[in-house]
């Protein structure tokens, strides 16, 4: 109780015995906290709801009294008004605040595994900018944004505070239906050379190391039961083997290219907000997304947005010269159609000339399943 | 339910009218709290007195005895409390 005593209190001195003035309050149902004695001197303080009748009942005892502080809350109002910065400033704390008590800032997204977070967040700032000053969020609509992306089940979206909590829950990966009931033998689906082979059922025909073409059976559905008895069933098994692919383009002895002209726009957004529909005067163009501080003392960044001017330029191709370079840019491009599971074993080139063109043969030996 | 002094005072086989006039709680002899006081008599740092009835004194005895609160009906005194006594006037 006596912490009362300290905040929204006054502190009182008279000239007294310490009995004296506690019996004199305790007389007249006023509660007097930490009274202390010094030097002929009573210090105490009392309630602010008690100053007037403690001051009434002082001017009839003790004329010496003297009021040594005041907190009571009028009186900190009263005496800290007539500081205009202090006002001002608790002024714009409580606008500040007020506004961003009522906007949403963040976006929080999880549960996702499979699905890009940058692709959720896209739905999300479609339906609903961030930040935002508005504080209804209709969740319904945006679930069911969010569930017509590809690979989502459900999600469930929750606004606390100003933060969009969004949880997405992925679909499960599809199993493969495998039909057991139609017998097929096991078919090459490849040119190569086994280099491993499991039968789990069926009458294997191929061993490791036997050279197979596209088409060629691998497992046959049948069992030999003895001599001339067989019996149809189910092949199944994994044949892995040495394949060599081979991959064709033609370069021409111009080609398109695409300069910038030296035309540009810049548009600079806050909050990482992304400009909507901007006008941009350009027929071909690329944007170019950086990040810049206006202030060095509030840290304030923004985007910055800058559209260059395209223009189609044709180009000589060279190819005698640049042979290195268009070979290992069409490698690497031709390396991811391989199959994903494949090992890559090596890979080599042929060129032909043509008139005007040049054929560029790559091939690449992988060994992947073939079945 | 009983209070605290209700279930003491029946432990005790003690009347329930005994302790009407005031009661003295202390803490740990470092805090003492006196309800249903009088006045207070004597105050100093090493002794204070308090009436309790118009026959009885609460004497407290110990060294930097301070009163933290004092109202109409309780006391609360913290310091090193040594010895209280209660003395018939």
């Known amino acids: 109780m006596w912490r009362f005593a300290l905040f929204d209190a006054v502190k009182i001195r008279i000239r007294g015995s310490l009995t004296f003035v506690a019996n004199y309050f305790i007389f007249h149902n006023i509660n007097i906290y930490k009274p202390r004695y010094n030097e002929g001197y009573v210090t105490f303080f009392v309630k602010s709801k008690d100053k007037n009748k403690v001051i009434d009942l002082l001017k009839q005892k003790f004329n010496d009294y003297k009021i040594i502080e005041d907190t009571t809350i009028n009186n900190l109002v009263v005496s800290n008004l007539k500081r205009i910065g202090l006002s001002l400033g608790l002024l714009v704390i409580t606008i500040c605040l007020y506004v961003m008590s009522n906007c949403t800032v963040n976006l929080d997204i999880k549960g996702n595994e499979i699905v890009p977070t940058d692709t959720i967040k896209e739905v999300v700032l479609d339906f609903y900018e961030i930040p935002n000053f508005n504080k209804k969020l209709d969740t319904r609509k945006l679930v069911n944004n969010l569930i017509m992306l590809d690979g989502i089940a459900s999600a469930s979206v929750d606004k606390r505070g100003n933060t969009v909590f969004i949880e997405v829950y992925e679909e499960l990966p599809k199993v493969p239906i495998i039909d057991k009931t139609t017998y097929k033998d096991v078919v090459s689906a490849y040119d190569g050379i086994i280099t491993r082979m499991i039968s789990y059922s069926g009458t294997p025909l191929k061993k490791v190391g036997d050279t197979v073409k596209c088409g060629d059976v691998l497992i046959k559905s049948k069992i030999a039961l003895g001599e001339e008895l067989s019996v149809d069933t189910y092949a199944n098994g994994e044949v892995y083997g040495r394949v060599c692919i081979k991959k064709e383009t033609i370069i021409p002895e111009m080609l398109v290219a695409t300069k910038r002209t030296g035309r540009k726009i810049e548009i600079n957004k806050f909050f990482g907000v992304k400009p909507k529909n901007p006008k941009v005067p350009f027929e071909h163009y690329e944007v170019e997304l950086c990040q810049i501080k206006l202030d060095n003392t509030l840290c304030l960044l923004a985007n910055k947005y800058v559209y260059y001017e395209l223009e189609e330029v044709l180009e000589p191709t060279n190819f005698k010269e640049n042979e290195s370079f268009y070979v290992k840019e069409y490698t690497d491009k031709y390396i991811t159609t391989l199959p994903s599971d494949c090992v890559f074993l090596r890979s080599w080139y042929n060129v032909k000339l043509l008139d005007k063109k040049v054929c560029l043969v790559i091939y690449y030996e992988i060994e992947t399943k073939i079945t | ?89």
């Open chain 2, 1 to 89: 339910m009983d209070s605290f002094y209700d279930e003491m005072m029946s432990k005790l086989y003690l009347d329930k009218d005994i302790y009407l006039d005031f009661r003295v709680t202390i803490c740990a002899f470092k805090g003492l709290y006196v309800e249903g006081h009088k006045g207070i008599m004597l105050y100093n740092p090493n002794r204070i007195v308090i009436n309790v009835t118009h026959k009885k004194n609460l004497e407290i005895i110990g060294s930097n005895m301070v009163i933290n609160e004092i109202g109409s009906a309780e006391i609360f005194i913290k310091g090193n409390i040594k010895n209280v006594e209660v003395c018939l006037v």
